[in-house]
């Protein structure tokens, strides 16, 4: 199963092609003209709050849903009208909607029996499938005896097992606790990298999809509102939402002056202001806190100063909330390395300057 | 704390033991009194099957005794299987109708028994239909729809439509997902709700008052009519034949699962146990 790519050779350009899918439940938009379109192998992440339209968006590809307007494509082939059960994806559900009278054979064969795959060939498939998520040896296991992982894998597996063209996750490590998911994190990015098939991945958790994904959509009520590579919207968020969403943000409001930000604190810093925003814009200039260095300031950077207000011990990071000015703070994280432990170096209250390259701040509006 | 705790007050127990005696008691009489050697109603003279066999010489009682048991398995496997459909239909499709459809079905649940009784034996009048041992199955059929329904829905709802998502989203048909994933997991729903109308139906009398014929009537019906002679023994004996029939369903009901290798039987849905 290692070296075949599995997707049938598609006439279309994309995986999956989004083109102004909306999705509206009475009044409630769930999906509002979304666009975007997923290359062949690729692990693609919709992440957002909940409630943002991440996993209408996979039902609309799945088939559970059917799009008020615009059009889905698979394979370039228009899939709008054709039943999910006509679609060459499968799903792993957040829940895994496991056959619990079914044993782990009988669940990953279900798909195959379906499709009426020659007998020796289910048996075989089955037996790859199970080995592939190390559940070989409880083959004939009831999915009741399981733990929480084992069931994760068996969804996967039954989903796998099929070949889909696409993968869809609906949160599927969700309900395991935080070790394990760690664990699995990895062990998707391995499946997927040795089956070849694309993945949809929907999460909530911004961790998992900068660890797993190729590309990211970032989204909330129902648009997308950044689409790029885990750098990309980590590093240059390109809206106040993702900023803060996406790992911790510092989102300092301010006005453009002379190319550079005026805070609302009063001091000017210089930061990499895009083509088109004006002078005297409103703005906010976002940095991340691990971006931030407190006293080790260096030639060229961007300045403020403030007051140790907040010291938070994180085990390998101390993270230091300095207030700039009343209802203004920073968060400021330190690595404890073995030459210092950053809680050890600051006191509340201390009086301490704080500064970033400017091309680490992000002007946003 | 030692054994009893904050939390398992002494007089729980006691309460819990009075319940049963009230609730236990005058069945224990009846069973007891049925091998009553003697006549009397009050006094346990020896030990004899003497009741038993003078229901078996009633030719009319035993017949009663057999109507009653074809009516309640009659009754049984439609309502069972048409509450099923129902249910199915009213949880899955998302139209209003359904929605109304579910609301009226607790209509049937808070008539008092004598006005569908009655209405029974007029419809059936105005339609001409001689009242038989079939009216009083379709009395009760109608009258036991609901209860599948209410009972088989509550496990649905609790199911979630993700199981039959999973089986479309794996090829299969909605017949298929229906058939192969969400009756299996209803099974034991299935199996509660068809105790629920077998007990219903066996010993109903109301309904079967209304609608049944001459002979043979239902084996309540056919109790009363002997109670308008006088209270003989034997009365005893077919309440403990009676109560053996439902103790027999209801482990049948029980075992079922166990036999195909189920894990949870229609008992534990309705006691709200689950048997690991």
């Not at chain 1, 968006?57 to 009208?81: M, S």
């Not at chain 1, 911790?248 to 930061?271: C, D, H, K, M, Y």
């Not at chain 2, 005794?65 to 049984?76: D, F, H, K, R």
Request: contains cysteine.
């Amino acid at each position: 199963m290692s070296t075949e790519r599995t997707a049938p050779a598609g006439t279309g350009d994309w995986a999956v092609e989004l083109e102004d899918a909306t999705k509206r439940f009475g009044g409630f938009t769930a999906v509002d003209r979304m666009s975007l379109q997923i290359e062949r192998g690729e692990f693609f992440s919709l992440l957002g709050p909940s409630g943002c339209g991440k996993t209408t968006t996979l039902r609309l590809i799945a088939g559970f849903e059917q799009p008020t307007e615009g059009a889905i494509r698979l394979d370039g082939e228009d899939v709008a009208k054709v039943p999910p059960y006509r679609r060459h994806v499968n799903t792993v559900f957040q829940s895994y909607a496991l056959f619990e009278h079914l044993d782990l054979v009988e669940n990953v064969a279900f798909g195959l029996r379906r499709r009426k795959v020659a007998k020796g060939e289910i048996k075989q498939r089955v037996a790859q499938a199970l080995e592939l998520v190390a559940l070989d040896h409880r083959a004939t296991a009831r999915p009741a005896e399981l733990s929480g992982g084992q069931r994760q894998r068996v969804a996967l597996a039954r989903a796998l097992v099929n070949r889909p063209s696409v993968l869809l996750l609906d949160e599927p490590l969700g309900a395991l606790d935080l070790k394990l998911r760690k664990q699995m994190q990895v062990e998707l990015k391995r499946i997927q990298r040795e089956v070849g098939i694309t993945f949809v991945y929907v999460t909530h958790d911004q961790e998992e999809a900068l660890a797993m994904s190729d590309r990211i959509a970032v989204m909330s009520d129902g648009v997308i509102e950044q689409l790029g590579a885990p750098e990309d919207v980590y590093e240059h968020p390109v809206k106040a939402f993702v900023a803060g969403f996406i790992g911790i943000s510092n989102l300092l409001p301010g006005t453009v002056e002379q190319g550079a930000v005026r805070l609302s604190t009063g001091a000017l810093v210089p930061a990499p202001v895009p083509d088109g925003v004006p002078e005297g814009a409103e703005v906010q200039l976002s940095v991340r806190p691990e971006k931030l260095l407190v006293e080790e300031l260096e030639h060229g950077m961007a300045t403020v100063e403030g007051t140790v207000a907040e010291r938070v011990y994180m085990g390998t990071a101390t993270q230091l909330i300095i207030e700039l000015a009343p209802g203004a703070r920073l968060v400021a994280l330190e690595q404890n390395t073995a030459r210092a432990r950053a809680d050890d170096r600051w006191e509340l209250g201390d009086r301490v300057r704080v500064g970033w390259h400017p091309e680490h701040g992000q002007v946003l509006r | 704390m030692t054994g009893r705790g904050f939390d398992r007050p002494r007089f729980l127990v006691v309460v819990t033991a009075l319940v049963y005696v009230f609730l236990f008691a005058p069945i224990v009489v009846v069973v007891l009194f049925s091998f009553n050697g003697a006549r009397s109603l009050q006094v346990l003279d020896g030990l004899s099957l003497r009741w038993y066999e003078e229901f078996w010489q009633d030719e009319s009682l035993r017949e009663s005794l057999i109507a009653s048991i074809e009516i309640a398995a009659i009754t049984t496997v439609v309502a069972t299987a048409l509450g099923t459909g129902l249910a199915l239909g009213t949880m899955r499709s998302r139209t209003r109708t359904a929605r109304a459809t579910g609301l009226f079905l607790l209509i049937p649940l808070v008539t008092p028994e004598i006005v569908a009784g009655v209405s029974a034996f007029v419809l059936f009048a105005q339609l001409g239909v001689a009242l038989s041992l079939t009216t009083v199955i379709l009395a009760h059929i109608t009258f036991s729809i609901s209860y599948v329904t209410i009972v088989v829905r509550g496990r649905l709802a609790s199911l979630g439509p993700e199981l039959e998502e999973a089986a479309l989203d794996l090829g299969a048909t909605p017949w298929q997902a229906v058939r192969l994933v969400t009756l299996p997991a209803l099974w034991p729903a299935v199996l509660a709700a068809a105790m629920i109308v077998f007990a219903l139906s066996f010993d109903d009398f109301v309904l079967s008052f209304f609608t049944t014929g001459e002979t043979p009537q239902p084996l309540p019906v056919r109790i009363y009519s002997a109670l308008r002679f006088g209270i003989s023994p034997t009365i005893n004996a077919v309440g403990t034949l009676m109560l053996l029939v439902s103790l027999g369903f209801i482990a049948l009901a029980a075992l079922l699962p166990r036999l195909l290798g189920r894990r949870e039987s229609g008992v534990a849905v309705l006691t709200g146990s689950r048997t690991a």
